[in-house]
């Protein structure tokens, strides 16, 4: 039988790829893989154990809270709060950057950002769901956390990652060597390496992106939906269309199966939906390192400055192919803005 390797023995054995390390990031990312397990078991029992719906409270975005957004929440700041590897936290459901306070932590070099619990309107409803995190090395030399911490462009993360709460509980990370996943095994509830250097395949054939915005879309994305639709033998066309609703589980997928997601600016949503720091960066990271490609649509995810924590953006991201024909048909039918001024 095949020795399994768990993710603790897994980030042990790669901490040695990180030459003067102290472990610091290898601790942080067992504390994510705790609190994950933690949350997999309320969001297994969530039907049962009255932590479904809405708290009635309203986050920061003008969202209704989940309740199982705020236990996810609880958790992972908790974890991440006590080892002293971790100086600050900026949290989806937060508006403010929250400042490790013990002892150990203005020594901490990281601070993470996360999407505590993604998809959350799926959550009623038992569809897939997930978790997404980001690391960064602090800019600020000592004392506590700081904003600008967190606002530095997506190049400089030292890791990434997400926890896929679906059939079964999945935990796929990068530090930038590659992108390796881990599949709960709840009857020794150990994360078990699965995935082993993932990379997603250069041409897809699945389009995820939600339709029903159609008419409010560029007219480069719309023009993008009918090439997908189209019939063509050589490139086997038409494609797929799926779409969950929970960015984790849809990119998840196409980084498997091959394709491209997309969340394009509306006119509802001129910035876009999806948040820089904590959703699209660390995909963009993880998708990077599979050998795919990440896009505002005209730039590269990782590049971009943020100006804000809960900083918006466009997202088209997954196989490479298929995100350069939606830049190019984007850029082909952008309105100069001289014209659009008009
Ligand atoms: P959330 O952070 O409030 O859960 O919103 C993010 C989610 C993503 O998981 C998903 O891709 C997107 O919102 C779906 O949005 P829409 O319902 O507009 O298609
Ligand atoms: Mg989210």
């Given at each position: 039988m095949a020795q399994v390797k768990t993710l603790g023995e897994f980030i042990v054995e790669k901490?040695?790829?990180?030459?003067?390390?102290?472990g610091e990031l290898s601790r942080l990312l067992s504390d994510i893989g705790i609190a994950a397990k933690i949350v997999h078991r309320e969001v297994n029992k969530a039907g049962i154990a009255d932590?479904?719906?809405?708290?009635g409270d309203v986050n920061i975005q003008g969202e209704n809270v989940k309740k199982l957004d705020v236990y996810a929440n609880n958790q992972f700041i908790a974890a991440l709060s006590v080892?002293?590897?971790?100086?600050a936290i900026a949290s989806e459901e937060n508006e403010e950057i929250i400042i490790v306070d013990n002892s150990v932590s203005a020594a901490a070099k990281y601070v993470v950002a996360l999407?505590?619990?993604?998809?959350?309107?799926n959550i009623d409803v038992n569809v897939s769901i997930g978790t997404i995190f980001s690391i960064y090395r602090r800019?600020?030399?000592?004392g506590p956390g700081t904003l600008e911490d967190f606002?530095?462009?997506?190049?400089?993360?030292?890791a990434a990652g997400y926890i896929l709460y679906g059939s079964s509980t999945m935990m796929v990370y990068t530090t930038g060597k590659g992108v390796n996943g881990f599949t709960l095994d709840p009857s020794i509830g150990e994360f078990c390496?699965?995935?082993?250097n993932m990379q997603t395949p250069k041409k897809g054939k699945i389009y995820s992106i939600n339709e029903g915005n159609y008419v409010h879309f560029p007219e480069g994305v719309k023009k993008f939906i009918k090439y997908c639709q189209e019939e063509d033998a050589a490139t086997e066309r038409p494609y797929s269309s799926r779409y969950i609703g929970s960015a984790v589980a849809d990119f998840h997928r196409n980084l498997i199966k091959g394709g491209v997601f997309l969340y394009p600016t509306t006119s509802a949503s001129p910035k876009g939906?999806?948040?820089?720091?904590?959703?699209?960066n660390p995909m963009a990271f993880i998708i990077e390192q599979a050998g795919g490609k990440a896009s505002t649509g005209s730039k590269r995810i990782l590049e971009v400055v943020p100006t804000s924590l809960h900083q918006r953006s466009p997202l088209f991201i997954g196989s490479k192919d298929m995100v350069e024909k939606v830049e190019d048909l984007i850029a082909k039918h952008s309105i100069p803005a001289a014209k659009a001024a008009k």
């Open positions: 901490q040695a790829d990180f030459q003067y390390s102290k932590i479904l719906g809405e708290t080892g002293g590897e971790c100086c999407d505590p619990l993604d998809g959350s309107s800019t600020s030399l000592s606002l530095q462009p997506g190049t400089e993360q030292v390496l699965s995935h082993p939906k999806l948040r820089l720091i904590y959703e699209c």
